[in-house]
């Protein structure tokens, strides 16, 4: 029986093999965009590894500080007293929840000292670069486990 790989497994085929090319180009402008496809690639396998959740938690605790600086009558999920899920945007995506939260900042709506923005702004930062480059965590933030990934075969002892 044959099997069909994941879109992580496919990723990092095309990955190794441009590793493998790039690596081999005698132009210097080819093996640069080589290496920047490849970190793209990498990017998007990380990412599809983690989830489109992987998020979440600090985009619903950010966008829940502001609901709940504009409108003190909010519960601890950020959620207006008596409110409808409508009335919070909780389907904003990551990008759209930070704007949001700068423009709150910005217009006095939510207090740069607010109880527990920084630990969520925090949090997203380092969700964010696990995905997108794991090498900037600091070394308290990298995860003490096993890596999401396992390192390409190009880089495997053997």
Do not use: C, F
Not at 22 to 44: I, N
């Amino acid at each position: 029986m044959q099997y069909t790989p994941t879109a992580a497994q496919l990723v990092d085929a095309v990955a190794e093999w441009l590793e493998a090319v790039g690596g081999t180009s005698p132009a210097g402008t080819d093996r640069y965009h080589a290496r920047v496809a490849v970190r793209v690639l990498r990017m998007v396998e990380r990412e599809l590894v983690v989830g489109t959740g992987h998020h979440a938690p600090d985009r619903e605790a950010v966008l829940a500080l502001i609901v709940r600086a504009a409108r003190p009558d909010a519960d601890d999920a950020g959620r207006p007293t008596g409110a409808t899920v409508d009335e919070v945007d909780a389907s904003a995506d990551d990008a759209q929840a930070m704007r949001e939260a700068a423009a709150a900042i910005r217009d006095g709506v939510l207090a740069p000292d607010a109880p527990g923005l920084v630990p969520a702004l925090r949090a997203h930062a380092v969700r964010r670069l696990e995905v997108v480059n794991p090498d900037y965590l600091l070394p308290k933030d990298r995860p003490s486990k096993e890596p999401v990934l396992p390192a390409p075969a190009s880089h495997r002892k053997a």
